[in-house]
């Protein structure tokens, strides 16, 4: 059996376990870092978008108000090559109670979180669809942030000092001897091969899942997922991040993330993270929540709609809950050692997006103290790769660019300005991927055709380039193509519903695909 010996064993690929990984590796450690599928296809995956100011919660929940404002400036710092700067509003609509305003503007205060009225005729000069009859706005630093790219971008720099990333490597068991976690028993998704990986600390960073984890090591980590519906619209609808200024409620934001508006989200308990998918209830409640803040949302064209499950930590006694809303967005960093007599192991859950990187933070100063290694975090300084020069990314980056070469190179995906010369770059860049891992790293098939013009040339070049043979090219095409029917089945009216039809036939009248032999 295959063994990997390790300083830290992290379970988890998602914004905490990449944090943790490049937080552990700048100080010296050896990390290998472990995921059941694909890095960020979890939560992280699966949010709207948005790198929060803290203005959503400076009345609710102070803590994580304070937490996100700072954490938005390190980010804003040390990976502004993921980061859209965007800005926020937050805007008191007709539906909205007036006094609320006020007490939101007390709360920024309170929690640091930079805000300035403005006038209702500039935010609608800055915003032309927003809602003519907002009675009062606010200017926040919201901005919109690419997942994936910063995940991807704390893997690379911590591979690049010596970490090790196994994708696709489902954590079977934990083995545990002595009464301490020493290690986990792994199995490789595409070989079915086991891998054993023997760690003297590990970090459960499952996030919604991290509950299952633990219990592999016989402790219990109490994370409710909270189920949370958006929609992708299929353009630009704000070019700012909009809030209504009310207390958090569904449907109540619209974040502009690369080409498309956000919608979201809901927020109900679910049972399982991996049962969460969306209904037509909530889709329609979705479409109407956007009218509020863009009068005729609901008549554009709704692009593609998912689910995710936040990892919420009830911190009382009881731990039952009633309304996710009420649990808290900070983060807990659990020592099973002194919690569940569990040696060697730790859990860091809670949280958001914006703070993964304090979680990382607070969660590799305990296994560091654990481990006797004396290094401080680097990750508040230390700029991701590609962010060095401290720039934002520009919506019109990739067009620029395309203007700008001479050369031929020819669209793969006209829908997000994908090139060849891209798709190659990235497949030089890692053995193995999946035709969905491409999704994530360069947005092929998530513009408006959902993959009808793109998917199947991404297969041809796949198998093209020795990557799979005719068969495996196929099959990746045809797992393709049913993921992206799952976004749009549920959506599939108006202008949408024409395009799902053309995408049919494409796949199923002119290439056959469920005829193909094998």
Not at 240 to 261: H, K, Q
Not at 358 to 379: F, G, H, I, Q, S
Request: glycine content about 10%; overall charge negative; charged content about 25%.
């Amino acid at each position: 059996m295959d063994r990997l010996d390790t300083d830290v064993l992290v379970i988890g690929g998602g914004s905490t376990g990449a944090g943790v990984a490049w937080d552990s590796a700048l100080r010296g450690l050896h990390v290998t870092l472990v995921d059941r599928g694909d890095l960020a296809t979890g939560t992280t995956g699966r949010f709207h978008g948005l790198l929060h100011s803290g203005g959503r919660y400076v009345v609710k929940d102070p803590s994580s108000a304070r937490e996100c404002a700072a954490e938005n400036l390190h980010l804003r710092r040390i990976a502004a090559d993921c980061i859209e700067d965007t800005g926020g509003l937050f805007v008191t609509t007709p539906l909205d109670d007036p006094e609320y305003a006020d007490r939101f503007v007390a709360g920024c205060v309170a929690t640091g979180v930079p805000c300035e009225e403005i006038s209702v005729a500039m935010a609608l000069s800055r915003e032309p669809r927003l809602n003519p009859r907002i009675s009062r706005a606010f200017l926040v630093s919201d901005a919109s942030v690419d997942a994936w790219k910063t995940v991807w971008a704390c893997v690379r720099g911590a591979t690049a000092l010596g970490s090790v990333v196994l994708p696709y490597h489902a954590v079977t068991s934990l083995v545990v001897e002595s009464e301490a976690v020493v290690g986990a028993m792994l199995r490789d998704a595409s070989s079915g091969a086991e891998r054993l990986v023997r760690a003297r600390c590990t970090i459960n960073a499952g996030g919604a899942w991290s509950g299952q984890i633990a219990a592999l090591a016989g402790c219990e980590v109490g994370v409710v997922p909270g189920k949370g519906v958006m929609i992708a619209m299929n353009h630009r609808l704000v070019n700012t991040v909009v809030n209504r200024c009310t207390m958090p409620g569904d449907g109540d934001i619209l974040v502009p993330i690369r080409t498309v508006s956000v919608i979201g989200t809901t927020d109900v308990p679910a049972a399982d993270p991996d049962d969460i998918d969306p209904t037509a209830a909530e889709i329609a409640q979705m479409m109407e929540a956007g009218e509020a803040l863009v009068p005729g949302f609901s008549k554009s064209r709704a692009l593609r709609v998912w689910s995710g499950a936040r990892p919420l930590f009830p911190k009382h006694a009881s731990g039952q809950v009633s309304d996710t809303r009420d649990v808290t967005r900070s983060h807990s960093v659990l020592d099973h050692a002194q919690r569940d007599g569990v040696g060697n192991f730790l859990t860091v859950t809670g949280g958001k997006f914006t703070t993964f990187r304090l979680m990382a933070k607070d969660a590799v100063d305990l296994a560091a103290k654990k481990l006797d290694v004396e290094a401080p975090c680097r990750t508040e300084s230390v700029p991701l790769p590609d962010s060095e020069s401290q720039h934002y990314y520009w919506i019109g980056a990739r067009q620029e660019q395309m203007e700008s070469d001479e050369s031929d190179d020819p669209l793969i995906c006209e829908c997000e300005l994908v090139s060849r010369r891209d798709l190659e770059a990235a497949l030089s860049r890692r053995p193995n991927w999946q035709l969905d891992d491409l999704r994530r790293a360069l947005r092929v098939g998530m513009g408006p055709c959902q993959g009808g013009f793109c998917a199947f040339r991404v297969a041809a070049m796949l198998h093209q380039g020795g990557q799979y043979d005719r068969l495996a090219a196929i099959r990746s095409l045809n797992n393709f193509i049913q993921e992206r029917w799952k976004g749009t089945r549920l959506i599939s009216w108006g202008d949408q519903l024409r395009q799902t039809r053309l995408d049919q036939w494409i796949f199923q009248g002119i290439l056959d695909l469920e005829h193909v032999p094998e």
